[in-house]
């Protein structure tokens, strides 16, 4: 069975930084190519960085410069370091594989605010 556990979140100032973690139960999460999402209020869920089993990295423009994803494979979790935050970063954060699987962990809040 599928878990996945989101967590540090938390309230930041603008500028701030926090790290995300996500400890992934997923017999194949080594060979899986892994992604953070956010969804904000009112607004669909986005994935903003995904890595691939080798350790190559992608980010969403909006993210680009500021957030990095890593893994460790032996501990099945994934990262993200989000540094130099804005207000507009404000959402729920989820892992997940990329494509997405049907199943989503409670997620993390990470609330940017002055």
């Known amino acids: 069975q599928v878990q996945l556990v989101e967590s540090g979140g938390g309230l930041v100032q603008p500028g701030g930084s926090l790290r995300l973690s996500c400890a992934a139960s997923?017999?194949?999460?080594?060979?899986?190519?892994m992604g953070w999402y956010r969804q904000a209020p009112g607004k669909q869920r986005e994935l903003v960085a995904g890595?691939?089993?080798?350790?190559?990295?992608n980010y969403a423009d909006s993210v680009k410069g500021r957030f990095t994803i890593s893994r460790d494979n032996a501990k099945n979790t994934v990262y993200l370091q989000m540094n130099s935050l804005k207000p507009e970063d404000t959402a729920v954060y989820y892992c997940?594989?990329?494509?997405?699987?049907?199943?989503w962990g409670q997620g993390t809040q990470v609330t940017v605010s002055s």
């Open positions: 890595i691939t089993s080798a350790g190559t990295t």
């Open positions: 997923l017999s194949l999460f080594r060979i899986s190519v």
């Open positions: 997940n594989t990329i494509p997405y699987l049907d199943y």
